[in-house]
């Protein structure tokens, strides 16, 4: 039997108003996510053509920072990574979404604002040491030099030597590049990266041209300016020993079109069964999905908290 949408009334009208209000909810939703986070990229999109060829490079990417975190993305090269890192560094733009930063519309920035931009809300660190630091400049005197550019006069060298020396290199400030190891050049290049009190810090395989040892003290220094400093810390990176704050929370990032339809929210039941892990919304389930639930665990199950984003850049 057919049957048509309507009203009591006019039952074949459709019901006009019922639409325009779902369609409102939904941008109500969407205009609602992210809300007070550091970082929010909302199905975010970069397309690269060359010679008649597109590449994808991010495919509706989702992610959530919160202030004040320190989050690392692991992944494969290729993966898109650095396309992040160049789109919330200001120096790239999406193709497609929406990219917000401690508030801020990167799509929508002129060139101005993003030189501004660049230069007081958010710091960069280079995966190539030599990128981060001027070779005819000492240590110190690299600090100094974004505080000169953002117009910064008092007390600059005093900032300059209390940021190396909570990184641990207050010992090289006037050394150049050429007489500091490599880790000493990247924990330089974090404290020039904070010179002019950055909300975000960005950090792009901080660590792939280090040795394992020296690896730890650039995440260590990393570690450092996060908890001393407050500044939100975003790295990427292939390298699967990524900083972990000590007695921080684990947390998991799932697509959106995964945990939506469950109704999971900011907690979600973690139950351990011989091979994986289950995740279930955290929520009495009724009786009758009692019988579509797993066996229950051993010992009282885990609970986590699950932002709505997922956890790579596709």
């Not at 975010?44 to 959530?64: H, K, P």
């Not at 011989?274 to 579509?292: L, T």
Request: proline share 6%; charged share 20%.
């Amino acid at each position: 039997m057919a049957m048509t949408a309507g009203t009591a009334d006019d039952p074949g009208a459709t019901s006009a108003g019922g639409v325009a209000a779902l369609g409102a909810e939904a941008e109500r939703g969407r205009g609602a996510y992210g809300e007070g986070a550091m970082v929010v990229c909302d199905r975010l999109v970069r397309i690269y053509a060359a010679e008649g060829i597109e590449v994808q490079a991010l495919q509706g990417l989702d992610l959530l920072v919160g202030k004040g975190e320190l989050t690392a993305l692991v992944g494969a090269s290729g993966s898109g990574k650095s396309t992040l890192m160049n789109i919330l560094a200001g120096l790239d733009t999406p193709t497609a979404g929406a990219v917000r930063v401690a508030g801020q519309d990167l799509a929508a920035m002129s060139a101005r604002e993003r030189i501004s931009y660049r230069r007081g809300t958010v710091g960069f660190i280079w995966q190539q040491t030599s990128r981060n630091l001027l070779p005819y400049l000492t240590a110190l005197q690299n600090v100094i030099l974004p505080m000169r550019f953002a117009g910064s006069r008092r007390g600059r060298a005093a900032r300059a030597m209390e940021l190396l020396d909570l990184l641990g290199v207050g010992h090289c400030a006037h050394r150049k590049q050429e007489a500091m190891s490599g880790g000493e050049q990247q924990r330089t290049a974090i404290a020039t990266a904070l010179a002019n009190r950055p909300e975000l810090l960005l950090a792009d395989e901080p660590t792939g041209e280090l040795d394992s040892v020296t690896a730890r003290e650039v995440f260590g220094a990393l570690q450092a300016a996060n908890a001393e400093l407050g500044v939100t810390v975003l790295l990427v990176t292939h390298d699967p020993r990524s900083p972990r704050r000590s007695g921080a929370p684990s947390r998991w990032q799932l697509p959106r079109e995964m945990i939506e339809p469950l109704g999971m929210r900011e907690r979600v039941r973690l139950e351990a069964e011989r091979d994986h892990i289950g995740v279930w919304p955290d929520a009495p389930r009724s009786a009758a999905s009692e019988d579509a639930s797993p066996p229950a665990a051993a010992s009282p199950p885990a609970t986590a908290r699950l932002p709505v984003s997922p956890p790579e850049d596709s």
